[in-house]
């Protein structure tokens, strides 16, 4: 058999799901990518949804009731797919339609919101999955062109004023705060876009991590534009 993967910088490809689900991060590689072109029209899907709000969450059953042309059967054929592999692997994804995330802006000097580049966190060994099919796509930005913002001088002062309590505990604040799970990008810096059709898997930090997590932020939305994101 040829084997079709192949690594570059940190991120391992890989050429089917199998192959995404079971070679293990090692060393600085902290992202997986099953690369595919994918067929059909993504976009009717997410036209034929009403938006409500600035997310909504499209299940198999809503999906299998949307009329479709052609195109549109065929990309739902593989989200239904993509769905059911993710399960049948343990996972529990959601297929999400989204105008846009919700800003935080009570701390103007440090945003938490997705759209700020972040690592996920878990106590126990996963991954996050995710895959953009229409839209604007995540990015990932390499650990070595990443600065955690609590070592920032200037914000670790900031975030200072706001701790009431012993020195001993400030670095429990953080974490329970989740402000260390947050990274600035660095000068000359160059973020990876995900692009789309593509399977990724990234790492997260949780205790029995052997790799570095992988930092990565939300896109922001161009206007009028929904994305079609499967992630869990």
């Known amino acids: 058999m040829i084997d079709l993967s192949h690594t570059e910088n ?5 050429s089917n799901f ?5 070679i293990p991060f090692h060393g600085d590689i902290n992202a997986s990518c099953w690369n595919r072109k994918l ?14 709000d600035n997310i909504a ?3 198999p059953e809503q999906l299998r009731e949307l009329k479709l042309s052609e195109q549109g059967q065929l990309a739902r054929e593989i989200l239904l797919n ?6 049948a692997h343990g996972a529990s994804p959601t297929l999400n339609i989204i105008k846009y995330y919700e800003r935080d802006d009570i701390l103007p000097f440090f945003p ?3 759209y700020s580049y972040h690592v996920d966190r ?3 060994p996963t991954e996050t999955f995710l895959c953009t099919y229409y839209g604007e796509s995540s990015e990932i930005l390499p650990n070595s062109q990443a600065t955690q913002k609590v070592l920032v001088p200037e914000i670790r002062n900031e975030l200072k004023k706001l701790y009431d309590g012993a020195d001993a505990g400030f670095e429990s604040f953080l974490s329970e705060n989740f402000f260390d799970l947050h990274y600035q990008e660095q000068p000359q810096a160059q973020p990876i876009t995900l692009g789309l059709g593509s399977l990724w898997k990234l790492a997260i930090d949780h205790p029995e ?3 570095l997590p992988c930092v990565h932020r939300a896109p922001k939305e161009k206007n009028g534009q929904s994305r079609l994101l499967l992630i869990c």
């Not at 199998?18 to 079971?22: I, K, T, Y």
């Not at 067929?39 to 409500?52: A, H, Q, T």
Request: glycine share 2%.
């Open 209 to 211: 991590s052997q790799v």
């Open 10 to 14: 940190q991120i391992h490809y890989v």
């Open 18 to 22: 199998q192959d995404l689900v079971s």
């Open 82 to 87: 993509d769905l059911k592999l993710l399960k």
């Open 122 to 124: 878990s106590p126990v």
């Open 57 to 59: 969450e499209l299940n």
């Open 39 to 52: 067929i059909g029209d993504f976009s009717e899907i997410v036209k034929k949804v009403e938006l409500n």
């Open 112 to 114: 938490t919101d997705v």
